[in-house]
């Protein structure tokens, strides 16, 4: 199994600019979340989904959205890149409490 | 607002030492506190975790010690290594049967095992 995989590892945009991250699991895990971690802040939840087609806001979920339309991957959609944007993004899978973490994608808005 | 407050910012101990990292929250909903463990460039990975039912729970040289009344929970490293050297997150979840389990975590402890 090679867990929560995630795309890109590394991300530069400009300001304005567009990008999806892409998370995939191969664990059918039912919940699978999105977090920013920023240095001193800890990890805050984006989005987070309970199955195919169900998702809900986290606690910071301003300019971002997401879709989930398989069990197997929920990406995350950055319309607008804004420097607040600037962070490392987690993608995890759960099949309930624990929560299996992607290796990540650190992203830059210039 | 659910919060899980984390103290020391940064830890560094001895090699053989102790390492003590203290969590504490305010929401009495919480039923399940995980500690994390995260290396440079890494996803966090679950060390171990603990229900408000035990008061202490060991796996090896990690312990969580659990203080219901206070709303405290504890992580103590026992013989810390070099290789322990990593970012401790606590965490906790409230999630009730039918609910989306969502963590929320403290703000990490980053801890040096020097030799």
Redesign the interface.
């Known amino acids: 199994n090679a867990g929560?995989t995630q795309t890109p590892k590394f991300r530069i945009l400009k300001i304005g600019q567009s990008m999806t991250l892409q998370c995939a699991q191969d664990m059918n895990h039912n919940?699978m979340?999105w977090y920013r971690q920023d240095p001193?802040?800890?990890?805050?939840?984006i989005y987070?989904s309970?199955g195919a087609g169900i998702t809900?806001k986290?606690e910071v979920p301003n300019g971002y959205n997401v879709s989930r339309s398989t069990t197997e991957d929920f990406p995350l959609r950055l319309e607008l890149a804004a420097p607040s944007q600037t962070s490392v993004y987690?993608c995890?899978s759960?099949p309930?409490?624990?929560?299996?973490?992607?290796?990540?994608t650190r992203l830059t808005v210039l | 607002q659910q919060q899980v407050k984390q103290s020391p910012q940064s830890l560094i101990v001895q090699k053989g030492g102790i390492s003590i990292i203290n969590c504490a929250y305010e929401n009495t909903a919480f039923d399940y506190f995980p500690w994390y463990q995260q290396f440079p460039g890494k996803g966090p990975a679950l060390l171990i975790a603990i229900r408000p039912d035990v008061s202490e729970k060991k796996e090896g040289r990690f312990t969580i010690s659990f203080n219901k009344s206070a709303k405290q929970f504890s992580l103590h490293i026992m013989d810390s290594q070099p290789g322990d050297s990593a970012t401790y997150f606590c965490a906790a979840d409230g999630a009730t049967t039918g609910t989306a389990s969502k963590l929320t975590f403290g703000t990490g402890t980053r801890l040096q095992v020097t030799l």
Not at chain 1, 40 to 45: F, H, P, Y
């Open positions: 929560v919940y979340y001193g802040m800890g990890l805050k939840l987070y309970v809900d986290g987690f995890a759960s309930y409490n624990e929560q299996f973490f992607g290796p990540g």
